[in-house]
């Protein structure tokens, strides 16, 4: 579970719990009653499915220096 801080999207939440924006996604797809929402206030508890996220994408290199 994520609580939002004000001015958080979709793919602020993504990057801020998997280190990536490319599960925005999903994340839309988890909490079907929040996907009308595009830049959230504080406070929203968004449902942050576990998903396994490659040990590349946490090192935080960029795509071109990842094996």
Aim: net charge neutral; hydrophobic share 35%.
């Amino acid at each position: 579970m994520y609580k939002t801080v004000q001015g958080d999207t979709w793919d602020i939440i993504s990057k801020k719990v998997y280190g990536t924006e490319k599960y925005m996604t999903r994340l839309m797809q988890e909490n079907p009653e929040l996907s009308e929402i595009v830049i959230f206030p504080a406070g929203v508890q968004v449902k942050t499915p576990e998903i396994e996220v490659p040990a590349d994408v946490l090192t935080g290199l960029p795509p071109w220096k990842r094996r």
